[in-house]
């Protein structure tokens, strides 16, 4: 099944926001120009993968870095026949949790974890739509400074890229949100907060329920969780909603590393560390120039 990312809507939504994105044989390519270092090549999970393509691609932007994350052990292993190697930090989830939307409501329902499946019956909260810019009001106001908020421009062109296909929903109190998108037949939870009455009323439990239905009747095949704890890269602050999602039941699907390709003969030298580094200044350079958290979403 198709990838999110390597959907026209996608491509689209990025090109929105700044990127430069090349749609060649149905592959997305997805291109920042950075002052002063070039630019960034990204590919993310593509159905197949055309090394000419990127070499012509990163001749013609300047890239100074390929990014490549494949969709299975078949695309490894081209990938590093081609000179690409492992990266120490991915930017996409590497592991996630997918629901079969094919069953009934009801299979769903009775495949959920007990304690889940209780709260869901048992909690009566409103759910309703928002806008964009209310629901970033209320998200930003949830999570502060700890966590990066995208800004209104980018939320108000995820929902006139996607349109229908694209539901911003909250509690009545504006205490749990999320955002779930659909492409083609996949339906993915793709940002989410809750505050402390949220969190203590286990409002998120209806909230991602609500999202699994409405992607169920629009006709979406597979619910995807858009990440969970992966033990090969371990992130302890993703051990929560690990097993928060992991309450509703599904089919855990990991993903191979990704990889990557340094253009400038001084980069191919740098170890786990100065990359670490390299991609957080490059995260502040295009925070300064207005492009947020541009090599992806924080999940």
């Not at 055309?50 to 292993?77: G, M, T, V, W």
């Not at 329902?109 to 209780?118: D, H, M, V």
């Not at 909603?241 to 509703?248: G, I």
Request: proline share 4%; aromatic share 14%.
């Amino acid at each position: 099944m198709v990838d999110i990312r390597q959907s026209k809507d996608y491509a689209q939504y990025l090109s929105s926001i700044g990127w430069v994105a090349e749609r060649i044989n149905n592959i997305n390519y997805f291109i920042k120009r950075l002052p002063l270092i070039g630019s960034v090549i990204k590919i993310q999970r593509p159905e197949k993968i055309d090394f000419k393509k990127i070499k012509d691609l990163s001749k013609k932007y300047r890239a100074f870095q390929i990014i490549l994350e494949p969709k299975d052990n078949k695309q490894k292993e081209e990938i590093k026949k081609n000179g690409f190697k492992l990266s120490h930090s991915p930017y996409l989830p590497t592991k996630t949790l997918e629901l079969n939307l094919t069953k009934s409501e009801k299979e769903l329902l009775n495949n959920l974890k007990k304690y889940c499946r209780s709260v869901i019956k048992k909690e009566k909260v409103k759910i309703i739509i928002s806008s964009p810019e209310k629901f970033r009001a209320v998200w930003k106001k949830s999570v502060g400074f700890k966590r990066y908020v995208p800004p209104i421009s980018q939320l108000e062109s995820l929902k006139k890229t996607f349109d229908r296909n694209c539901l911003f929903i909250t509690t009545y109190d504006y205490s749990a949100g999320a955002i779930f998108l659909r492409a083609s037949e996949k339906s993915y939870y793709w940002q989410a907060f809750t505050n402390k009455v949220g969190r203590k009323n286990n409002y998120q439990y209806k909230v991602v329920w609500e999202g699994i239905i409405w992607a169920k009747k629009l006709g979406a095949k597979v619910f995807d969780f858009e990440g969970i704890c992966d033990e090969r890269f371990p992130n302890k602050s993703w051990l929560g909603f690990t097993h928060f999602k992991k309450s509703f039941g599904g089919k855990e699907i990991s993903f191979p590393s990704p990889s990557t390709k340094f253009y400038h003969p001084l980069l191919r030298c740098l170890t786990k560390k100065s990359v670490l580094a390299m991609k957080t200044t490059v995260c502040f350079i295009a925070a300064k120039v207005g492009l947020g958290n541009f090599l992806g979403p924080v999940k």
